[in-house]
């Protein structure tokens, strides 16, 4: 099947590429200060701790990220939240492939004699908010950029299609928090990874296992992000990396190192070499149209 089946115009493509991006913007710059303005009106005794209180921002923020992806699935005539076939077992394989990458990543900051293990904080509590909290995240990345946008841009595009995704992927990072050169082109291949996934699998199952399971493993097992230190959720163990930001020792972690690199470039080397098989056709939609 051919990326192009029932192609977009360019045009149309730029223009929901525009949107996509307007709306990124809106939501990672307004949502918290909306937020921070409510949340200045509480009494001082009645204020959320900080777990509590990055649920709150994130809870907002991803799930505006989410029904914006819903709906431009909706006017761009797809399902933006199309699993694909057989998505238990898709789930399944991304989360394995998420679980690989990031500790290969761990293991090659490990050889560099970067990491210094500390006290973790097990709290179930904490942990288990924590684990909704990451869900959400990529669950609405994933619907947003591999199930709404890359299917409209690979229809008018092909390939390139999912390469822009991933670009808007990382884009949207950069404004969010990344800075390093290296962190930016970790999340384009972190991006063109989830992509090549939803498209060789027809769905985006496959992209939110792997996507769910890096960050989990990376924030709420290793403790990796944030670095040094821990998040407000806690985690089973504390690694922090130190010494060369090169493999991990800035405040960016292994985002910022090419550990994640390598690391990427191994789970991306087979998808990019061996053609897909079987891909998947799209669903047709009430109209008989092609719905990816």
Not at 15 to 21: E, I, S
Not at 130 to 155: D, K
Request: hydrophobic content about 55%.
């Amino acid at each position: 099947m051919s990326l192009r089946e029932n192609g977009t115009s360019p045009i149309v493509a730029i223009a929901v590429l525009l949107a996509a991006a307007a709306t990124c913007a809106i939501i990672l710059l307004g949502a918290p200060r909306v937020l921070t303005a409510l949340l200045s009106g509480l009494p001082t005794g009645d204020a959320p701790n900080a777990a509590v209180d990055e649920a709150i921002a994130s809870s907002i923020v991803f799930g505006l990220l989410l029904a914006a992806g819903l709906a431009g699935g909706k006017l761009s005539r797809h399902n933006a939240a199309r699993l694909g076939p057989r998505a238990g077992l898709r789930l399944v394989l991304g989360a394995s492939i998420g679980f690989v990458g990031l500790f290969v990543a761990a293991a090659l900051a490990a050889l560099a004699g970067l990491v210094r293990p500390s006290a973790g904080s097990v709290l179930l509590g904490p942990l288990l908010g924590g684990t909704a909290v990451i869900a959400l995240q990529a669950t609405s990345e994933e619907v947003f950029f591999r199930g709404w946008l890359q299917p409209v841009l690979t229809r008018a595009w092909g390939f390139l299609g999912i390469l822009v995704t991933a670009a808007a992927f990382a884009a949207l990072h950069l404004i969010a928090a990344a800075g390093a050169a290296v962190s930016v082109l970790n999340l384009f291949l972190g991006g063109l990874l989830f992509g090549l996934l939803a498209d060789r699998y027809g769905g985006i199952a496959s992209a939110i296992g792997a996507h769910f399971t890096w960050n989990w493993a990376e924030q709420l097992l290793l403790g990796l992000d944030p670095n040094p230190g821990l998040g407000s959720f806690g985690a089973v163990a504390n690694l922090d990396l130190v010494g060369s930001r090169w493999w991990g020792g800035s405040a960016e972690g292994l985002n910022a190192s090419v550990a994640m690199t390598f690391a990427l470039a191994i789970l991306l080397a087979p998808l990019l070499i061996v053609p897909a098989r079987n891909r998947p056709l799209p669903e047709p939609n009430r109209r008989g149209r092609a719905a990816s």
